[in-house]
């Protein structure tokens, strides 16, 4: 009798053990997935931090990007700027065979005061009625002395100096052109002042009707006197400056 009574408190105790054998798993259960969670918000952390970082070498990237990009576009500017100057020699060299020995002096002395007489009279005045803020669609009225561009005092920044340069190469070979048709024909004194008039009025007012604001110019901000500014009638392209400055 005693050893039937120990059995059935022994098989009454087979309950409660199951379920604190199945408690107990369950909460190692959800340890684990604490611990899971845990890790994964740690990564999830992590991950957000790494997002957070690669934000900013993009931002940095395409900052520096942007930086290179205008480097190249004034370095590429200033080297075609360059070359279309390098005319000068070629023209100095071409008109220096086609006179005579006693002239060759002479017509090198006019193309290295094309360049400087160019320099002068664009910079003081060309310039400006060249790319100043339109009169009727026929001359510039602003940025004489290029006093708006940037100067440590106006604004604008340095790639207006980069564009002088550029347009006062151009200007120097228009200019040049002439001194090929009247070497030998006219006097040091009265070619200078054909120069710095060529540099300064001449040349400039055509280049304001065709890339300024004048009334042939493709530009938005030109006046509609021919064109109407749109897709059908937009005004005059001019290729490399083949019409410009081969016309004046």
Partial sequence: ?????????SQAHVPGKARMATVASNAAQIQAQAALIA???????QATEAVAEAKEEAAAAT?????????????WLVICGALVFFMQAGFSMLEAG??????VMNILFKNLIDACCAAMAFWLLGYGFAYGDTAGGFIGTTNFGSDLIYNNAGEGG?????????????????AT???????????????????CAVSMFIYPVV???VWGEGFMSS????TEFFFTQDSHSNGVIDFAGSGVVHMV
């Fill in 1 to 9: 009798g005693t050893a039937t009574s120990h059995l059935a408190r």
């Fill in 39 to 45: 890790d994964l918000t740690e990564r999830l952390g």
């Fill in 158 to 174: 340095s790639d207006g100096w980069v564009s002088w340069f550029f347009q006062w190469a151009f200007a120097g070979t228009a």
């Fill in 63 to 75: 900052q520096l990007t942007s930086e290179n990009a205008r480097d190249m576009d004034v370095a």
């Fill in 98 to 103: 086609a006179v005579g020995k006693k002239n």
């Fill in 177 to 195: 052109i002439v001194s090929g048709s009247v070497c030998e024909r006219i006097r040091i004194e009265a070619y200078i002042m054909t120069s």
């Fill in 207 to 209: 280049v304001h009707w």
């Fill in 219 to 222: 530009n938005k901000g030109g």
